[in-house]
């Protein structure tokens, strides 16, 4: 999860004033004409942001920017590696890997100090070779493809970090059709899914890391390029996709993660050259486009069926968005300056967007949590027993022993239970989210209550997931113990996001982008619950071992606002009044 971007001090002027409602213009540090095509966001590192560039035909140029800071600074960089770029996977600040796909010194590279050398790994792809994706589902597992060399697609995988690489065998991959080839960074990538499509309409697919595949013709044909992009493992979309792509009538949908596919007729103007889905929401995507009579970027907030203008009249390239108020785009750079879009407009498709956002960096390690934000004005974290529990055994350690993102974490071990004030939402849709790590040999837990006072007197709990030895999460949801398992890794940082929509009841539980759960919310955890959000609870439970884990990146974000009922209902073939001559009314 990416820190929200700071208060930027000094602005840069923008250098046209139509993007200065919404978005921040800054230097990206490459030459005039040129854009950024691809942005990839830190693997590990949320505040590190890389960036591919293209020249203003859309073509991939060798040469690359990077910020360190959320994107608020950013400086240039060109390769002293292969040829002819086809993208880029960022690691944290300081690591990248780049995938080269021009002569016998294509293949793929591998930077750890910033972009300054680029290294050759594995000894993959050469003279016949175009290699064109390059993805890492972790720090040890990646996946690599080319275009077919000896009658199959050219794919690899890897389980050491990238320092070595192995082709994924012929019969594990669908052959291609006449003259089928794939694209420069056409691919999506979400937990162990993987998909990319080719110039003959298809979508290959892979549920396991890339080495087993499945390949479907989308209902756009095999005269088309189609690019596949996903917001989770299951849904997802495929557009056509090239250099000159403006506004587009359809795309083709998914929700069996690319085995079938359908097409949809889209309403408005959808700007259809790039799309990025916005994570956190329901169905919320961007499309834009740099291509005259076209420019601007769009939104849809149902999955592509309805879309609506964000920005209109100025070249928006690769929109890159960590949720639906927190982004990145490019455009031209001009006169030397600009070139970077930091989004600056209130969160796309509704709600208010982060409420709390809490990285825990403005805390000194080794003093405790409660009792340090209690006098900094911050009201939000309590202990269970109230504030009368700051600084005691409830409270949790600030610490350096283990960090998501930045140096500082909270350790909950001990007899902690720290309770984090969620506002006490009876409507609205929101994600509770935050990245938590169990080392190995301890156990977990968490809950979300419904409602809750300090001492836990009247609490209701919504949900309660305890992380067991063995590597086994279980669920108490729905009035059930356990409502759903799931498998979780040791000495990891999980992403886990609690999805409450008290517009319609329902709640689900995301761990790294897959939904391992979903129910009616005002169940409650044991029956007897209501419909209303009040807090969360990271305890030292010692159900079924010795509690230790860290907590990192917190945020509740409304994704969409409260809906209330009409104040008046009127029928108008019902509805008759009456007025004298010169009267009104309302």
């Given at each position: 999860?990416l820190?929200?971007?700071?208060?930027?001090?000094?602005?840069?002027a923008?250098?046209?004033?139509?993007?200065?409602?919404?978005?921040?213009?800054?230097?990206?540090?490459?030459?005039?004409?040129?854009?950024?095509?691809?942005?990839?966001?830190?693997?590990n590192?949320g505040?590190?942001?890389?960036?591919?560039?293209?020249?203003?035909?859309?073509?991939?140029?060798?040469?690359?920017?990077?910020?360190?800071?959320?994107?608020?600074?950013?400086?240039?960089?060109?390769?002293?590696?292969?040829?002819?770029?086809?993208?880029?996977?960022?690691?944290d600040?300081?690591?990248?890997?780049?995938?080269?796909?021009?002569?016998?010194?294509?293949?793929?590279y591998?930077?750890?100090?910033?972009?300054?050398?680029?290294?050759?790994?594995g000894?993959?792809?050469?003279?016949?070779?175009?290699?064109?994706?390059?993805h890492?589902f972790?720090?040890?597992?990646?996946?690599?493809?080319?275009?077919?060399?000896?009658?199959?697609?050219?794919l690899?995988?890897?389980?050491?970090?990238?320092?070595?690489?192995?082709?994924?065998?012929?019969?594990?991959?669908?052959?291609?059709?006449?003259?089928?080839?794939?694209?420069?960074?056409?691919?999506?990538?979400?937990?162990?899914?993987?998909?990319?499509?080719?110039?003959?309409?298809?979508?290959?697919?892979?549920?396991?890391?890339?080495?087993?595949?499945?390949?479907?013709?989308?209902?756009?044909?095999?005269?088309?390029?189609?690019?596949?992009?996903?917001?989770?493992?299951?849904?997802?979309?495929?557009?056509?996709?090239?250099?000159?792509?403006?506004?587009?009538?359809?795309?083709?949908?998914?929700?069996?993660?690319?085995?079938?596919?359908?097409?949809?007729?889209?309403?408005?103007?959808?700007?259809?050259?790039?799309?990025?889905?916005?994570?956190?929401?329901?169905?919320?995507?961007?499309?834009?486009?740099?291509?005259?009579?076209?420019?601007?970027?769009?939104?849809?907030?149902?999955?592509?069926?309805?879309?609506?203008?964000?920005?209109?009249?100025v070249?928006?390239?690769?929109?890159?968005f960590?949720?639906?108020?927190?982004?990145?785009?490019?455009?031209?750079?001009a006169?030397?300056?600009?070139?970077?879009?930091?989004?600056?407009?209130?969160?796309?498709?509704?709600?208010?967007?982060?409420?709390?956002?809490?990285?825990?960096?403005?805390?000194?390690?080794?003093?405790?949590?409660?009792?340090?934000?209690?006098?900094?004005?911050?009201?939000?974290?309590?202990?269970?027993?109230?504030?009368?529990?700051?600084?005691?055994?409830?409270?949790a350690?600030?610490?350096?022993?283990?960090?998501?993102?930045?140096?500082?974490?909270?350790?909950?071990?001990?007899?902690?239970?720290l309770?984090?004030?969620?506002?006490?939402?009876?409507?609205?849709?929101?994600?509770?989210?935050?990245?938590?790590?169990?080392?190995?040999?301890?156990?977990?837990?968490?809950?979300?209550?419904?409602s809750?006072?300090?001492?836990?007197?009247?609490?209701?709990?919504?949900?309660?997931?305890?992380?067991?030895?063995?590597?086994?999460?279980?669920?108490?949801?729905?009035?059930?113990?356990?409502?759903?398992?799931?498998?979780?890794?040791?000495?990891?940082?999980?992403?886990?996001?609690?999805?409450?929509?008290?517009?319609?009841?329902?709640?689900?539980?995301?761990?790294?982008?897959?939904?391992?759960?979903?129910?009616?919310?005002?169940i409650?955890?044991?029956?007897?619950g209501?419909?209303?959000?009040?807090?969360?609870?990271?305890?030292?439970?010692?159900t079924?071992?010795?509690?230790?884990?860290?907590?990192?990146?917190?945020?509740?974000?409304?994704?969409?606002?409260?809906?209330?009922?009409?104040?008046?209902t009127?029928?108008?073939?019902?509805?008759?009044?009456?007025?004298?001559?010169?009267?009104?009314?309302?």
């Amino acid at each position: 999860m990416l820190k929200k971007l700071q208060m930027i001090v000094v602005l840069v002027a923008i250098s046209f004033a139509a993007v200065a409602q919404d978005w921040i213009e800054v230097n990206s540090g490459l030459a005039n004409g040129r854009g950024v095509g691809q942005f990839s966001v830190g693997m590990n590192d949320g505040d590190a942001i890389w960036g591919a560039a293209i020249d203003g035909t859309g073509a991939i140029v060798d040469a690359f920017t990077r910020s360190t800071d959320g994107g608020q600074t950013w400086t240039a960089g060109t390769f002293n590696a292969g040829t002819g770029l086809s993208m880029m996977f960022a690691i944290d600040a300081n690591t990248c890997w780049a995938i080269f796909n021009t002569g016998a010194n294509q293949g793929l590279y591998k930077t750890t100090d910033g972009g300054t050398t680029w290294t050759k790994k594995g000894g993959v792809y050469g003279a016949s070779s175009f290699a064109n994706v390059v993805h890492f589902f972790n720090d040890n597992d990646g996946f690599a493809q080319g275009d077919p060399v000896g009658g199959y697609f050219e794919l690899y995988t890897t389980n050491d970090g990238g320092e070595s690489w192995t082709r994924v065998p012929q019969a594990n991959i669908p052959a291609p059709t006449t003259g089928e080839y794939g694209i420069t960074g056409n691919y999506c990538g979400i937990g162990n899914s993987i998909w990319y499509g080719t110039n003959a309409g298809r979508v290959f697919y892979s549920s396991d890391k890339g080495m087993t595949w499945g390949a479907t013709l989308t209902p756009f044909g095999a005269t088309n390029v189609v690019q596949p992009l996903f917001k989770n493992e299951n849904v997802g979309i495929a557009f056509r996709s090239y250099l000159d792509m403006g506004l587009e009538p359809t795309l083709n949908v998914t929700t069996d993660g690319g085995v079938t596919w359908s097409a949809l007729n889209v309403t408005g103007d959808m700007r259809a050259r790039w799309f990025d889905y916005l994570p956190g929401t329901t169905g919320t995507w961007v499309g834009s486009s740099a291509e005259a009579g076209a420019e601007g970027i769009s939104y849809t907030i149902d999955d592509g069926a309805n879309w609506n203008d964000l920005t209109v009249g100025v070249p928006v390239l690769a929109p890159e968005f960590v949720d639906n108020q927190t982004g990145w785009a490019s455009t031209w750079v001009a006169n030397n300056s600009g070139g970077i879009l930091i989004y600056n407009g209130a969160p796309i498709g509704g709600g208010s967007g982060a409420e709390i956002t809490e990285d825990f960096e403005a805390y000194n390690a080794g003093g405790k949590l409660v009792q340090q934000a209690l006098a900094q004005g911050i009201d939000y974290w309590t202990c269970w027993s109230g504030d009368g529990g700051a600084g005691g055994a409830e409270d949790a350690t600030v610490t350096t022993d283990q960090a998501n993102s930045g140096s500082n974490s909270i350790k909950i071990d001990g007899t902690n239970d720290l309770v984090i004030k969620l506002g006490d939402k009876t409507g609205g849709k929101y994600s509770y989210e935050f990245y938590m790590y169990v080392p190995t040999g301890f156990v977990g837990y968490y809950n979300v209550l419904q409602s809750w006072t300090p001492g836990g007197s009247g609490a209701t709990w919504g949900l309660e997931v305890y992380f067991d030895p063995g590597g086994i999460a279980k669920i108490t949801a729905a009035n059930t113990t356990p409502y759903e398992t799931f498998n979780y890794a040791y000495d990891t940082w999980l992403h886990i996001e609690n999805i409450i929509n008290l517009n319609t009841d329902q709640a689900s539980i995301v761990v790294d982008g897959t939904e391992v759960a979903s129910w009616e919310w005002s169940i409650g955890a044991s029956g007897s619950g209501i419909n209303a959000l009040a807090a969360g609870d990271f305890y030292a439970a010692a159900t079924n071992g010795t509690p230790k884990f860290y907590v990192d990146d917190v945020q509740l974000i409304e994704l969409e606002p409260a809906v209330g009922p009409a104040e008046i209902t009127v029928n108008p073939a019902s509805f008759n009044i009456e007025l004298e001559a010169g009267a009104s009314t309302t």
